[in-house]
């Protein structure tokens, strides 16, 4: 008996260590992307290798786009909205990012939520966006209780399920 006592909190004494870790690792990287996302800024990686800092000002140097888009928030009918952003295609080849050579891009929000899109949506027109604005106004950030600063919104899903709020860092994927 005392010695699967033993061996039992030896394990949970780990299993303590290795959560205090992540916590700490986690603590850290959440509070980089609260502060890119209090700055308006999304940190670009490609594959795991950090490439660049999108500003708002690398956004706006693009003719903003306004784009329609079904919203369908939780209890609620789907409704139209007007956004206005970039197509995340074009942001992306103005940091010389071969779009040919993209398997995926990976949209994380400040919260840690992920999304993947997949080459054939990223590249199909007027489909993924990074939304600044909805409805003329400027997206509010978490914070704020809006989903800003940035918004992915991908213009051909009917029910906003691959969307991504409060975005903060995008990784390119290539084709191996």
């Known amino acids: ?14 299993l303590v260590i290795v959560i205090a870790v992540f916590l700490k ?18 940190d670009l990686f490609l594959e795991e290798s950090y490439l660049a800092t999108i500003t708002y000002g690398d956004i706006i140097a693009f ?9 369908k928030e939780d209890g609620k009918e789907a409704s139209e909205q007007t956004y206005t952003g970039v197509l995340l295609k074009d942001l992306l080849s103005s940091f010389n990012i071969d779009l040919n050579k ?10 840690g939520y992920t999304v993947v899109v997949e080459n054939q949506k990223l590249i199909e027109d007027d489909n993924v966006y990074l939304a600044y604005k909805r409805n003329g106004e400027f997206l509010k950030t978490r914070e704020e209780g809006g989903v800003g600063p940035y918004q992915m919104v991908i213009s051909n899903d009917p029910f906003s399920q691959f969307w991504c709020k409060h975005v903060v860092n995008i990784e390119v994927r290539e084709k191996k």
């Open 25 to 42: 690792l986690n603590k850290e990287d959440l509070s980089h992307r609260v502060n890119l996302s209090e700055e308006a800024e999304i």
């Open 1 to 14: 008996m005392k010695k699967n006592n033993l061996i039992l909190f030896a394990v949970i004494a780990l």
């Open 102 to 111: 993209v398997e995926s891009v990976v949209v994380k929000a400040v919260d």
């Open 63 to 71: 003719e903003p786009q306004e784009f329609i888009a079904l919203l």
